[in-house]
């Protein structure tokens, strides 16, 4: 079983809006709801895979409770931690190229309810082969909220994925995550280097054990002490991105739970990636383009001299 823990999750509203632009009036053409936050949509992937999966996660209020009954409605195994706040929302807007989205902060949580999100953490990290933190921190989560759970998950000898940015990630480098995902964007952020590669290696340094980096159309570029690997799709791929970054990562936790490396992940990872990316919700994929593209692509093991422009 992979254990997914999100602190912070949301009742994800997708409107899809053809021609969307922003100053203007337009017409939704389908609106939808489902529970959300980035480590449930890891595990709607991994269960859509047939693959067990687990969230662990705090709900409270009226939005809690939406996202309670879609998590039943969809049969994703999860495990909560009643809160006093109100679930957050978040809102996408789909034009069928691209997505704008929308997200709220959350509600605080009370040192209490950060303290129970830990121990509930624990109650389940005896099952599971894998543990993915993913996501926001919620309001009143301590600053080094994702460290307290990267070393819950190392006491039990697991891998632990991390996919956070900022100073939540940066935070939890000294507990040694097996793995962090962040995208190009937050490499930079997180290390001032532009250059994806040399940014990886810096926060291997400061903690990482290995960095998965999201380069968009570019596709995936992974990096440890051992090498750099690297496979993108054949095309830049339209759609809605938005859950693209937590296909990745339900194909990373899937391949560490069977114990593989990165020329078996990284195209598993991809494929899965641009399937999202074609279907107008995350946490979903176009099955047929996963299974396409998984068939035909390879990963490519870098020299220090290879250019990593697309």
């Known amino acids: ?41 890891v595990a709607r992937v991994l269960t859509a895979l047939g693959r067990p999966a687990r969230c662990v996660l705090p709900l ?9 009954a879609d998590l039943a409605a969809a049969g994703l195994d999860h495990a909560e931690v009643a809160i006093g706040g109100d679930t957050r929302r978040t809102v996408t807007i789909a034009d069928g190229t691209d997505a704008t989205v929308l997200n709220e902060p959350g509600p605080a949580l ?23 933190l993913s996501g926001s921190l919620p309001p009143g989560a301590p600053a080094d909220g994702y460290g307290q759970l990267v070393t819950l998950g190392r006491r ?3 891998p632990v994925v991390l996919d956070a940015d900022g100073p939540a990630l940066l935070a939890a480098l000294p507990a040694r995550p097996t793995v962090i995902k962040p995208n190009a964007a937050e490499l930079t952020a997180a ?8 940014a990886a290696r810096v926060l291997l340094r400061r903690g990482a054990e290995s960095v998965l980096a999201s380069l968009g159309p570019a596709g995936l570029l992974a990096v440890d002490p051992h090498g750099t690997w690297r496979c993108a799709p054949p ?33 598993d990872a991809v494929a899965l990636s641009a399937a999202t990316v074609h279907h107008p919700r995350a946490g979903h ?8 593209l998984r068939a035909t692509l390879t990963a490519t093991r870098l020299d220090h001299t290879t250019s990593l422009t697309p």
């Open 1 to 41: 079983m992979i254990l997914t823990v999100t602190p912070n999750p949301a009742l994800d509203v997708t409107y899809t809006v053809p021609g969307f632009r922003p100053h203007t009036s337009h017409r939704v053409t389908e609106a939808a709801a489902q529970a959300g936050g980035k480590g449930v949509n």
């Open 285 to 292: 994929f176009h099955t047929p383009t996963y299974h396409h």
């Open 156 to 158: 039990f000898d697991l």
């Open 191 to 198: 290390t001032g280097l532009p250059d994806p590669r040399g």
């Open 235 to 267: 095309a830049p791929v339209p759609g809605n991105p938005t859950g693209a970054g937590d296909a990745t990562v339900a194909a990373l936790a899937a391949g560490l739970s069977g114990n593989a490396g990165w020329p078996a992940i990284l195209p």
């Open 110 to 132: 009370t040192p209490a309810e950060w303290d129970a999100l830990l121990d509930e953490t624990a109650r389940h990290l005896p099952q599971a082969a894998v543990l993915v």
């Open 60 to 68: 409270g209020g009226p939005t809690g409770d939406a996202v309670r």
